[in-house]
């Protein structure tokens, strides 16, 4: 059925008939959605006062990186780090191009396995499957951080600062993907020819080569020794001299990253509680993988962490009921209901339809419990600390509910039960 002028016509005179809606409209208009519904009641609700909390450190600035996931490793590891160079963890800065520059890499080498694999390379089944969708994006999760820092180590900010274009990550993605998609199709034409598996092979070696090439240009070489000197809290100076990054990581990050798991709430169609599921069309050392429970057990779980003064790597989304100015993620923020009509969609709903997905990765470094329940949480971003509660936000119980969806903890935190269901063989499938 079309829409037709007397439609529209009987539209403005329902729409007129109620003055409100003027006055409603010229205030949006003229001051826009957030400062006209901003419920300054709530802002103060959400004190930035918690009763565990880790110690303050210094931001991270990710800008236009899109590298939210490094810099929230970063985050959850640098507590340990600085307790172990003996150093105030403010006077902490770790590389995240060190992290990204391997990433990009382990990507290429990925999906060039994954196509020497296929036995089916056409590009109607290549692009039904999605298998070069996301190619080297800048996209990650806690699996591929870890696994970046189990392989490769780690090494301070100033043995490799930040490379011009990291900070805007478009440019590189646009450049990389290029040549990575281009081998992809050279693949394919010599699997088309039948070629044996160890010409692919030698091929690819061929490939990662220019790959690392080209990387370097951009960000830079990684260093595979450094010399490090830095003072520790006592005033004594600490020169580590030739030392890998691989050493470095096995000397001062004592925190086994391998004990960690990734728990999930996802109530979707197509995902059980108590259920392991695993992504199949990302390329990395290490699967994207996590078990899926009710949202009460993982805040039951992340408490017992916070209390053991480790913070929380986790994935949300934050594009509504966000105020950066007064740092409050809170979902009463913003009367969208009473004021536009709008009922907000409930969590299951918003995944079901894609409307609602986890897009930014933080870190959660506090809790207030009030009468054994909590009632908000203090959660470390990667933008600097000029805006928001000095680079942190508020976030209101009733948001970790709606838009959390994943938080990596120790897996002696779980229960019994739970630690058995991580045992499972996983679902497969495709995002």
Known sequence: MDITLEDIKDFSKKYNANPVNKIIENAITNNGIENTMLDRKIIAENQPVFNIELPESTRYDQKDSYKCWIFAGLNVIKYDI???????????????????????????NGLYNRIIELKDVSYKFINKERVITYAVEEAGCW???????????????????????????????????????????????????????????????????????????????????????????????????????????ETFLKL??????????????????????????????????????????????????LKDHTPIWMSIY???????????????????????????????????????????????????IVNNKPVRWKVEDSYGD??????????NDNYFDRYVFDIIVNKKYLSQEQVQQLQQKPIKYID
């Open 82 to 108: 600085a307790n172990h160079l003996n150093i105030d963890v403010k006077d902490l800065k770790l590389s995240n191009d060190y992290i990204a520059f391997f990433d990009k890499l382990e990507k290429a």
């Open 143 to 249: 699996e591929w951080f870890r696994g970046i820092v189990n392989k490769y180590g780690l090494v301070p900010h100033s043995v490799m600062t930040e490379a011009r274009e990291s900070v805007d990550y478009n440019r590189i993605t646009t450049i990389y993907k290029e040549k990575v998609l281009g081998d992809v199709t050279k693949l394919i034409q010599l699997k088309e020819k039948h070629t044996p598996i160890e010409k692919l092979q030698k091929q690819t070696k061929t490939f990662m080569a220019e790959n690392y090439t080209l990387l370097s240009k951009i960000l830079g070489e990684p260093v595979q020794q450094f010399t490090y000197e830095y003072k520790d809290k006592d005033g004594n100076l600490h020169r580590l001299e030739n030392i890998t990054p691989i050493k470095f990581r």
């Open 256 to 305: 086994d990253l391998n004990e960690f798991v990734h728990i999930s709430n996802i109530p979707k169609y197509d995902k059980e509680y108590g259920k392991v599921y695993e992504l199949e069309n990302y390329y990395q050392i290490e699967k994207y993988r996590f078990l899926n429970l009710p949202m009460k057990e993982l805040k039951k779980i992340a408490i017992k962490q």
């Open 318 to 368: 934050i594009h509504q009921f966000r105020n950066e100015k007064s740092e409050v993620l809170d979902t009463r923020l913003f009367d969208y209901q009473k004021v536009l009509n709008i009922k907000p969609l409930s969590k299951e709903d918003g995944l079901n339809t894609d409307y609602i997905t986890s897009h930014h990765a933080m870190v959660i470094s506090g809790v207030h």
């Open 386 to 395: 000029k805006e928001k509660h000095h680079g942190c936000y508020i976030m």
